[in-house]
């Protein structure tokens, strides 16, 4: 849908800037919060298996490290499983969809005057300064 509005409002131009954009912020948000789930779910894990030392005291199901360890992994698991993957789809969707309304997009940009253009007197960027 973003692709679209940009392409509207701004013109081809704001969308060849807006795609870089949603790529490089989709795949690090997607490493991140894959990551991020990844670390919970092993942080219960090391938790349960009793490697955790608290002082001189191993930490293990029960204990309040542990209850945080389960609340983190109730987070970590959407990250890991859902949330991740999914801003992979967004990515191909936002590119297809810029490509698909290639011609729709091409000629509008409601927005913004057009560059070295000659416009006629019914045009509505006819006041722009060109």
Not at 63 to 91: M, Y
Request: charged share 15%; proline share 7%.
């Amino acid at each position: 849908m973003t692709p679209i509005a940009v392409g509207l409002f701004f013109g081809p131009r704001a969308v060849a800037g807006l795609l870089p954009g949603i790529l490089i912020s989709g795949v690090q948000m997607a490493i991140s919060s894959s990551n991020t789930g990844g670390a919970w779910d092993n942080a219960k894990k090391y938790i349960e298996a009793g490697k955790l030392y608290n002082g001189s005291v191993i930490a293990s199901k029960g204990s309040n490290e542990h209850k945080a360890a389960v609340i983190g992994d109730t987070v970590g698991d959407p990250l890991k499983d859902t949330s991740g993957p999914s801003l992979n789809i967004l990515i191909k969707l936002s590119a297809i969809l810029s490509l698909v309304l290639t011609p729709l997009i091409q000629h509008t940009g409601w927005l913004v005057c057009p560059l070295n253009e000659d416009v006629g007197e019914d045009h509505p960027f006819r006041y722009c300064p060109v």
